[in-house]
């Protein structure tokens, strides 16, 4: 949060009138809240403050960005993202699988005490945190993509919901062990059973019915916050790609236990002016809007960027294509795998990139905000509830 490319809240958090546009926005602050009646003052003052950035900007993140990158692991300070554009990222995605198994390191051989350390930094720089679990099969043992039928048996009376509990502890210790500088626990924008809408994963599509998706989303909200008592959570339901908002609400768990709604696609993003990704962010965006919250789309990325002018040519005109669309929170880009696992490759470029300059430029434009454009994520805006319902502003 240096130098003068941070932005101000202030258009957001005062002159509504003036900030008045032709989008629909947010009913209100005031009905526009974090689903935990508890939550930390921290984690609230996410809450408010992405609903007031989304009005101006978008923000860029990335997935395991301080982690590794094209040719390095685990290295202190270094980031692809940093070393390209030259500053971090604003939004951060990390990834929880494997901790159910006590395991040191996740699923991608990142490990889970060097992963608290990256995220207090990435906190400590104003960062805003996400997180998401491709946690193994409870009924198998096997991975998150082994498509065994496990969401009954997990539920209150299933075989396996002692086991799937146990894994929960796991996730609540290491969540609850997030701290800031001052003690304060780190606000995290929680995002399990993501692209539940696709049929790759054990908790999504034909796996599961609808109604046992909503059961262990609500399920796995009431332990985390209500018996485990974590309240540093914003939480996020994701899709794959969608194409109605029947679609997207098929297995929705409800606005009393949504803060963010999100969608995966990395399928509008393949060649430059594709109308389904305007589209989607514009349906996103108005889901989001009708029910007081965030829109996000949680992941996307171009295996290995192949088309040098992706960051501006594919991403930012199609984000700028449409006026509601424009009003997602932010984009986040897929890992930098150095496993090359599921046909991964990098999702951000690195110095000598093809795509590199057209990222600096992507970086630059006044839409898109990295690290060092952002307000204070973590204090309490100027006046929330005095926030007029009405229209996000036209940029
Ligand atoms: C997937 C792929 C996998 C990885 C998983 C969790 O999309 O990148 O290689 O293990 O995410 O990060």
Redesign the pocket.
């Given at each position: 949060m240096t130098g003068n490319r941070v932005v101000a809240l202030a258009c957001a958090a005062v002159t509504v009138v003036a900030c008045h546009g032709a989008t629909p926005g947010p009913r209100s602050m005031a009905d526009s809240k974090p689903v935990d009646a508890r939550i930390t003052p921290e984690a609230r003052a996410l809450f408010h403050n992405l609903q007031l950035v989304r009005r101006e900007h978008v923000m860029f993140g990335h997935?395991d960005d301080l982690a590794y990158g094209f040719t390095w692991n685990a290295e202190p300070g270094r980031s692809d993202v940093k070393e390209t554009a030259g500053a971090y990222p604003a939004v951060y995605g990390w990834?929880l699988?494997h901790l159910e198994l006590d395991s040191a390191q996740n699923?991608?051989g990142v490990n889970f005490d060097t992963l608290r350390g990256w995220i207090g930094e990435a906190y400590a720089r104003g960062g805003v945190i996400t997180i998401?679990w491709?946690l193994n099969n409870p009924v198998t043992g096997g991975s998150a993509w082994d498509t065994t039928r496990a969401v009954a048996a997990i539920l209150p009376g299933g075989a396996q919901h002692d086991r799937y509990v146990g894994w929960l502890d796991r996730v609540a210790a290491f969540l609850g062990s997030l701290k800031g500088p001052k003690g304060e626990p780190i606000p995290v924008v929680f995002r399990p059973y993501h692209e539940t809408s696709g049929s790759w994963f054990w908790w999504g599509g034909r796996h599961r019915t609808p109604e046992e998706y909503v059961q262990l989303w609500r399920m796995t909200v009431e332990y985390l916050r209500d018996t485990k008592g974590l309240h540093n959570l914003l939480w996020a339901y994701s899709t794959d790609v969608f194409n109605s908002e029947a679609d997207y609400l098929r297995q929705y768990p409800g606005d009393e236990w949504v803060d963010v709604l999100g969608f995966d696609d990395y399928q509008s993003v393949r060649r430059p002016g594709d109308p389904a990704l305007p589209r989607r962010l514009r349906g996103i965006v108005q889901l989001a809007d009708a029910r007081g919250k965030i829109p996000i789309m949680s992941e996307t990325g171009l295996a290995g960027i192949p088309d040098p002018q992706w960051w501006t040519g594919t991403v930012l005109a199609g984000i700028r294509r449409d006026p509601v669309g424009q009003h997602i929170a932010w984009v986040l880009v897929?890992?930098n795998?150095t496993?090359f696992?599921?046909g991964?490759k990098v999702y951000a470029p690195y110095p000598g990139h093809p795509s590199a300059a057209d990222f600096v430029r992507f970086y630059k434009d006044p839409l898109i905000l990295f690290g060092d454009e952002l307000p204070n994520m973590y204090a309490a805006p100027a006046a929330p509830a005095a926030q007029a319902p009405g229209a996000a502003p036209s940029r």
């Open positions: 997935q990834e699988g699923l991608d998401s491709h897929w890992r795998a496993n696992q599921h991964d």
